[in-house]
């Protein structure tokens, strides 16, 4: 599928930069979900803390539903070339059937963080193409994995409510990746939470009660594994 959309942070000089680990995440889910927003927000908390990031967000051609992925590469002080397959230090996967094709670019002893939301094309709602199944996903993902523990899965049933309507899972998902991966050593949550309610004027509690959750999801961030 063609990009139809693509979009590079400027990243600031590296004698105002502080010094940071290099750090790279692979996004991929499907349009409309927001996990480019994820990848945003990130990216912009990176930038805020002077350390340099190079953020790649491509869009499919739909625009809701269609295939979506995205490359943010922390810590570099100039552009570098396409993350390779195992060489993510962190996939964050928003649907299952698109988590699938994001597997070879996980390290060995990177994380993958998994939101099992499922988004069935028309041909597998019509029978015409298989859908894999969750647990195909995940064995996958392990396989991958030096330590199955590095893989989180989210069902989407675990999502709490505000006034009775779901939180933002892209929101929760953020949180999660925060709290179980090293992402939350480079990143500290409180700068991440001030970004999260500057950028949605409207309904800051309900995104704060995703966060919060998201956070809660695994407990305290882990000890740095860089």
Do not use: C
């Amino acid at each position: 599928m063609q990009p139809t959309h693509s979009t590079q942070y400027a990243i600031r000089s590296t004698q105002s930069t502080i010094r940071s680990p290099q750090f790279d995440i692979y996004f991929v889910g499907v349009g409309g979900q927001g996990v480019l927003t994820i990848g945003e927000i990130i990216a912009a908390t990176a930038y805020r803390l002077g350390i340099p990031v190079n953020f790649y967000p491509t869009k499919g051609m739909a625009q809701r539903g269609g295939f979506v992925k995205a490359q943010l590469r922390l810590g570099r002080a100039t552009p570098g070339p396409a993350i390779p397959e195992k060489g993510a230090d962190l996939v964050i996967a928003t649907e299952v059937s698109e988590a699938l094709k994001a597997v070879r670019y996980i390290k060995p002893n990177g994380h993958f963080v998994l939101y099992a939301h499922v988004w069935a094309p028309t041909a597998v709602m019509l029978g015409k193409a298989p859908y894999p199944r969750l647990e195909e996903v995940t064995a996958a993902a392990s396989a991958a994995l030096d330590d199955n523990s590095h893989l989180i899965v989210i069902l989407p049933e675990v999502l709490p409510e505000h006034e009775g309507v779901p939180v933002p899972d892209n929101v929760f998902t953020l949180g999660v990746a925060l709290a179980r991966t090293p992402l939350g050593t480079l990143l500290p949550p409180a700068e991440v939470e001030a970004l999260v309610r500057e950028r949605w004027k409207r309904g800051v509690e309900r995104n704060m009660v995703a966060f919060a959750a998201g956070l809660g999801f695994g407990g305290n961030a882990p000890e740095s594994r860089l």
